[in-house]
């Protein structure tokens, strides 16, 4: 069965230091997979995506690794802001042969404090 | 903004009524995604229309039902629902028909439900 688990649960730092949230797979055959945030009241929004050949992806402040071997994403924020604060979510898919299916995480809830 | 809209963002209803989910999308896409969010669960896919056919309906219970009339607009219509199917309910669109590989989806505000 495919599954994602993502890690912590929960997180609470201080603006401006660093964090690395991290997502485990099992998902079969992989495709590709994404980070999403999710602010408080708002819809996911896509943050990165890494197919198979790739093992880092940045956007601004944020930088995905991805290790298909092991199955291990981790995604890490550097300087965080207050803004930051949000839901994480890690969406992973799977070639099918009606095309692709994804698989969510029940996501890392981040909360920057002052 | 996603270019995804929502409406009505928060609904409470009784279990004998009726009412509908609205959403449209502004980005000339192809595909339309109904899904369910509940606290400490992963998103739950509960509908997928492609070219303004469903094309998926991941054992959704009857209560719900889903109604695409143009690749703009995704209706969803709720009667006789449970507590239980108290949620925050996400609509997305992809560019590329459902499936597609680098299948992007944009997601809306969301219409928090609560039944009472």
């Known amino acids: 069965k495919n599954q994602v688990e993502q890690s912590p649960q929960s997180l609470i730092i201080l603006e401006g230091k660093n964090c690395t949230l991290q997502?485990?797979?099992?998902?079969?055959?992989?495709?590709?997979l994404r980070w999403y945030k999710q602010d408080t009241g708002r819809g996911p929004v896509s943050l990165t995506i890494?197919?198979?050949?790739?093992n880092t992806k940045s956007n601004g402040r944020y930088t995905a690794t991805l290790d298909a071997d092991t199955k291990q994403s981790s995604l890490h924020i550097t300087a965080s802001q207050l803004s930051d604060s949000a839901s994480y979510i890690c969406v992973v898919s799977a070639k099918t042969g009606g095309g692709n299916k994804l698989t969510f995480g029940t996501g890392t809830q981040l909360k920057v404090e002052l | 903004e996603t270019g995804v809209t929502q409406t009505p963002r928060h609904l409470v209803m009784g279990m004998t009524n009726k009412k509908s989910l609205k959403c449209e999308q502004h980005?000339?896409?192809?595909?339309m995604y109904w899904y369910k969010q509940s606290a400490k669960k992963p998103l739950e896919l509960m509908f997928v229309y492609s070219l303004e056919e469903r094309v998926e309906n991941n054992s959704v219970p009857s209560r719900f039902s889903p109604e695409c009339p143009n690749s703009s607009h995704l209706f969803l219509h709720l009667h006789t629902l449970q507590p239980e199917d108290s949620a925050l309910y996400l609509c997305a669109s992809s560019q590329d028909p459902a499936g597609a590989t680098y299948n992007e989806q944009f997601f809306g505000p969301g219409t928090r439900l609560t039944v009472l």
């Open positions: 890494m197919t198979f050949s790739e």
């Open positions: 980005l000339g896409h192809n595909a």
């Open positions: 997502c485990n797979y099992t998902v079969s055959p992989f495709s590709n």
